[in-house]
């Protein structure tokens, strides 16, 4: 199975250790979180981020925060808190519900021990569903890949690789299995303003020796009308039960663009980021991160600093909607840790689910 080169997380005795994504790829930092307030913080500031990584560490704030109180009072505050820090992302609340259900089965003596229990299998099961996914992408990139006499061409947008999850990555996962089979592959890697997580994959790749080659988010459309796409896979964040997902803002351009250009769009994700409980896109809540990250871009100055550079006046007015929704109808198909389905035909993958 993939090896994280850096743990996204780690327990660390009653505290966990994570990497700071707010600072990459220009310094890599660690952050040790010893209190519900950090976690809190983390995941709000995106010192962690990704789906599949803010649910993780939702799990462990729980069992950090009951280090000196588990009753029934302190674990709903816990819950509460930690629930409040990012709306989009549903694995962090299907994280959380999984901490509540298992919790409420303990007494509040065996609670702490209990709750990092679970949150440990969190942290593993996703590792395990990230090789899955790979796997079940591999198959896809192995079909498109058969026949050419060059590298096959997939585009990617935001971080959906190891950075975002407990293992390999949900896009990239099926990146990583070809890379590991051998199988040449090239990856066109959109910048992702206001954020910039494509710099993050475009870290990643270049540690792990995939060809890449970043564009900006704008570009998008010209690569894909000219053919030189492949396909497309990115990452989600909240898939309803219909299939429309949502991802990082700019992944419905992609959509729009591949389909209309005839290239596969595929949303690689597990089913701890499937919402049954929203039947359509329209019911998924929308980040709005305010418009600071729209004026500002974070760079490093000569010296090597790390520093937040301001492109507009404080005073412009700027809408920062962090994530959009792509709708079922452009998604080729959804590649889960069970397979891959048409976007209407997630229940068929996951029957005994009830929410
Ligand atoms: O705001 P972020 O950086 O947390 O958004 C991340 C994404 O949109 C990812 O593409 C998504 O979470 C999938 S991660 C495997």
Avoid at 23 to 43: K, N
Avoid at 163 to 181: D, E, N, Q, R, S
Avoid at 280 to 291: M, T
Wanted: negative net charge.
């Amino acid at each position: 199975m993939f090896t994280q080169p850096i743990p996204t997380i780690r327990r660390d005795g009653d505290a966990v250790v994570i990497l700071d994504q707010t600072l990459l790829p220009h310094a890599c930092e660690l952050r040790r979180l010893t209190s519900l307030d950090e976690v809190a913080t983390a995941i709000h500031a995106m010192q962690v981020r990704g789906a599949p990584l803010i649910g993780a560490t939702a799990a462990y704030g729980v069992a950090i925060a009951l280090a000196a109180d588990a009753s029934d009072v302190r674990l709903e505050q816990a819950l509460t808190t930690l629930a409040a820090t990012r709306p989009t992302a549903v694995n962090l609340h299907w994280a959380l519900g999984k901490m509540r259900e298992r919790l409420s089965l303990v007494t509040p003596a065996e609670r702490h021990a209990a709750a990092w229990r679970e949150a440990e299998t969190i942290h593993r099961d996703d590792a395990e569903m990230c090789a899955a996914i790979g796997g079940h992408g591999l198959a896809i990139l192995e079909r498109l890949a058969a026949g050419l006499d060059r590298p096959l061409r997939v585009m990617t947008h935001c971080n959906a690789g190891w950075l975002a999850t407990c293992g390999a990555g949900t896009a990239l996962a099926p990146v990583y299995a070809a890379k590991a089979l051998g199988l040449a592959v090239e990856v066109w890697v959109s910048e992702t303003r206001p954020r910039n997580q494509g710099l993050l994959t475009a870290w990643e790749l270049r540690e792990a020796g995939v060809p890449l080659r970043l564009i900006a988010d704008n570009a998008a459309g010209i690569l894909l009308a000219r053919g030189e796409v492949d396909v497309v896979i990115t990452g989600a964040d909240r898939v309803a039960a219909n299939g429309d997902a949502a991802n990082k803002v700019g992944t419905y351009l992609k959509a729009l663009a591949a389909r209309e250009h005839g290239v596969p769009f595929y949303i690689a994700a597990p089913f701890s980021t499937v919402d049954f409980g929203c039947a359509d896109g329209g019911a998924i809540p929308i980040e709005d991160r305010g418009p600071g990250e729209v004026c500002t871009v974070l760079g490093v100055d000569g010296d090597g600093a790390v520093k937040t550079l301001r492109l507009a006046p404080e005073t412009t007015a700027a809408a920062n909607p962090a994530f959009d929704v792509t709708p079922a109808r452009c998604i080729t198909g959804i590649i889960t840790e069970r397979g891959v389905c048409a976007p209407g035909r997630l229940r068929d993958l996951y029957p005994e689910a009830t929410r």
